[in-house]
Antibody
Framework: QLQLQESGPGLVKPSETLSLTCTVS??????????WGWIRQPPGKGLEWIGS???????LYTSSLESRVAMSADTSKNQFSLKVNSVTAADTAVYYC???????????????WGQGMLVTVSS | DIQMTQSPSTLSASVGDRVTITCRAS??????LAWYQQKPGKAPNLLIY???SLESGVPSRFSGSGSGTEFTLTISSLQPDDFATYYC????????FGQGTKLEIK
């Protein structure tokens, strides 16, 4: 059974870089049928897609965060990661990693999610 | 960017009721729409994809319809476990979620 687990610091200082890793078990991130994505949810608010990565290094980012975000995949560890630089309090959120199906040229809906991890930006 | 707007934001209903949630896209997304259910403190759970396809394991009381810019999620007979927040998501061009609809017990 596929499982995704987010890990990383739960507290990040303003202006620093938020770094999270998603470890995948029960499946391979080298799958040609899937993309791997990050979604965040500020406390009490809705869901925001941040971006997604493919095993070959292809990445897609939402336009509002593109200048501050980087994602990558490490197939040897079956992990993928997220970095958001120059964080502010507005980046405080629960961060989810998730799997997309890839049925065409671009990733589709999310069919599996990690449990989520709260990251707080505060000094 | 494609914007997704859900209505209502909050819906009060009783067990056994039939309820409908609407999601509108700012431009045509054909049938490339998914619906998710989220309970407090939990990750979203996929219910419907491609506007009307039921995800495996999801009860048949959930159904989706629509195409283009207007979509609906219907729960035919509310069960206690269905009180949650529901989100739509377009995936024709990147990914955008609606703002959510909270389904409350009346």
């Amino acid at each position: 059974q596929l499982q995704l687990q987010e890990s990383g610091p739960g507290l990040v200082k303003p202006s620093e870089t938020l770094s999270l890793t998603c470890t995948v078990s029960g499946g391979s991130i080298s799958s040609s049928s899937h993309y791997w994505g990050w979604i965040r949810q500020p406390p009490g608010k809705g869901l925001e897609w941040i971006g997604s990565t493919y095993y070959n290094g292809r990445t897609l980012y939402t336009s509002s965060l593109e200048s501050r975000v980087a994602m990558s995949a490490d197939t040897s560890k079956n992990q993928f990661s997220l970095k958001v630089n120059s964080v502010t309090a507005a980046d405080t959120a629960v961060y989810y990693c998730a799997r997309h199906l890839l049925l065409g040229d671009n990733p589709d809906y999310f069919d599996a999610w990690g449990q989520g991890m709260l990251v707080t930006v505060s000094s | 960017d494609i914007q997704m707007t859900q209505s209502p934001s909050t819906l009060s209903a009783s067990v056994g009721d039939r309820v409908t949630i609407t999601c509108r896209a700012s431009q045509s997304i054909d049938i490339w729409l998914a619906w998710y259910q989220q309970k407090p403190g939990k990750a979203p759970n996929l219910l419907i994809y491609k506007a009307s396809s039921l995800e495996s394991g999801v009860p048949s009381r959930f159904s989706g319809s629509g195409s283009g810019t207007e979509f609906t999620l219907t729960i035919s007979s509310l069960q206690p476990d269905d009180f949650a927040t529901y989100y739509c998501q377009q995936y024709i061009t990147y990914h955008t979620f609606g703002q959510g609809t909270k389904l409350e017990i009346k």
